[in-house]
Every structure is written in C-alpha cells, then in structure tokens.
C-alpha cells in the first residue's frame, strides 16, 4: 500500500510540474529578461504568506524554525536550491523547453541521495539505486538526442545542459538542507515560508548589486505574463508538499520521487502547449524512463 509521504512527494512532483509548464508558456508570451524567477519567486511568497495563519492553526510546535542550526539550515536551503538552483534550472527551461530542461534537473537526486547518506544516514536501498539508474538512462536518451541534431543546434543544447546539470547539483544540495530544518520540530508550512522568503530576498538582492532590478520592474509592468504568477502559485504548493513529505520518509525517497516530473510536465506541456515542445522519440522515452523508474519507488517494500 502506497504511504502518504509517498503520496504527497507524488503530488509535489505534480505541483513542480505545472509550474515549469505555466513557465515555459509564460516566457514563449512576455521573454522575462530574469527568465520569469522574480515574479514566480515573489508569487510563491505570497501564497505561502496567505497559508501561515491554517500553520498557527494546525501546528503545535513552532511555526518557523527557531533554533539556530535549523534556521541557518531553512535559509541555506533557500539560498542555494531554491534561489540558485532555480535560476539556472529557468535559464535552461527557457533554452531548451520544459521536457528537457527538467529532465536534466532529475540528476539532482543524484547528490540527494549521496549526501543524505553521508550526513543524515538515510538508507540506499535497492529501489532508490535502480530508480537513480533510470534517472541517468534518461540523461543519456537526451544524450543521444542531441548527437542526433544538426550541428548547428548542439553548441545551444550543450550550454544548456551544463546549466541545467549546474541546477540539479544545486537543488540536490538544498533538498538535504531542507530536511535538516526540519529537525527541530518546526511545521512544514514554517520551513517552506522560510526558504521562498530567503530565496526571493536573495533574488532581490542579486538583482539590485547586478543592476538588473530597475530594468526588471519596468518589464514586469508591461509584461508580466499570467502564466508567470501561476508558476508560482503552482510552485508554493510544490514546495509545501515537499517539506510535508520530507517530514513523513527519508528526503532521499522525496527526491528521487521528484524524478517523476519530467513524465507529468511533458504530460501536461502536451495537452496544454503543445507549439512549445515538440516531443521526439528520445525526449518521450526520457520522460517514461524516469516515470518507470519513480514506479519502483511508489509502493512500500
């Protein structure tokens, strides 16, 4: 039988999904000179804010992590997955579509799982090692794809791989750093409100040294696309999801759930934009090897 952590991880992979699709759309209508990650990021904040008062209501213990090394560990995490990891994993969205992109982002499991192993003691079993396999088989269908291209398209694929292989080191870094914030009792809802909230003031912050804030608030005023605020409504709840699961099985089993979602976003990119991603046979298979490889790890053994 299926466990809720196992249940809710599925949904954050969802939830992450929809969000790279509303982006990707979002970029093809307004061309975000920031790839779309300061609205997403500020949206995400905003929903997340609205929630706070159902955490005071249904949360016992602190609602915000309090204790030092849980802070410090809530605001790394937003720093370096969800501020870094994401800008670059954006940039490679926009450069070579949200099936592909995000493929590559599956690599970030990878360093979950070994880190988690070195410093939290999570077990690796043989599920998540063959889930990890079809993680990297998909890779290397993407691999193959891009040898099949012309020439001319390869110098485009291989940036953008290396930055999406950049992101999924980052994010893998982070998703430790988020189970780690979580040990000091504090609720889900706490720790993911802290993360966004570094996340998006580090954004801020970055944008303002590099003198790119000014210009970007003057596009937004012009071109904020809504699909841009939908990825962040869709992203807060993936985010949630992804610390509520984390508190229920090992941030491992979360991450390398969160594989799946390369199946869910071609699923959705599809149906709902298909002139922005055209599937090809390897893409396709990319996407149902990491669906299956995320299949072993759906039922408890």
């Given amino acids: 039988m299926t466990s809720p952590g196992l249940l809710t991880a599925i949904a954050s992979a969802i939830a992450y999904a929809l969000s ?4 990707r759309k979002g970029q093809a209508d307004s061309s975000p000179p920031d790839s779309g990650l300061l609205p997403v990021l500020t949206t995400s904040l ?9 955490g005071l209501a249904s949360h016992r213990a602190p609602l ?46 990878v360093a979950t799982v070994i880190l988690a192993y070195a410093f939290l003691g999570d077990p690796v079993s043989w599920r998540i090692t063959a889930s990890l396999a079809g993680v990297l088989g998909a890779i290397v269908l993407l691999a193959l794809e891009n040898r099949a291209r012309p020439t001319r398209d390869r110098a485009v694929f291989s940036s953008g791989a ?14 430790v750093f988020r189970r780690i914030s979580l040990a000091s009792g504090a ?45 962040g409504a869709a992203s807060a709840a993936g ?8 508190t229920l099985i090992p941030v491992s089993t979360v991450a390398t759930l969160a594989a799946s979602e390369p199946v869910f976003v071609a699923l959705i990119s599809w149906i709902l934009v298909p002139h922005l991603e055209r599937p090809s046979l ?15 790890l759906s039922h408890t053994p």
Wanted: aromatic share 8%; glycine share 10%; with cysteine.
């Fill in 282 to 296: 390897y893409s396709a298979s990319a996407a149902c090897l990491v669906g299956f490889a995320t299949m072993i």
């Fill in 239 to 246: 985010v949630l999801l992804f610390f509520v699961s984390a």
């Fill in 46 to 54: 905003m929903v997340l804010l609205a929630l706070v008062p159902a």
């Fill in 64 to 109: 915000v992590p309090v204790r030092g090394r849980s802070l410090a560990f809530a605001c790394l995490s937003g720093v370096v997955g969800t501020f870094l990891g994401r800008r670059l994993l954006y940039l490679a969205v926009q450069r070579l579509g949200a099936v592909r992109g995000v493929v590559l982002k599956g690599l970030s499991p």
């Fill in 162 to 175: 290396l930055i999406g292989i950049s992101a999924a080191g980052l994010q893998g870094v982070g998703h």
């Fill in 187 to 231: 609720s889900p809802m706490g720790s993911a409100f802290v993360d966004v909230a570094v996340a998006t003031l580090a954004c801020v912050a970055s944008f303002a040294v590099e003198g790119k804030l000014g210009p970007l608030l003057r596009h937004y005023r012009k071109h904020l696309s809504p699909w841009l605020l939908a990825a």
């Fill in 20 to 23: 790279y699709v509303c982006l």
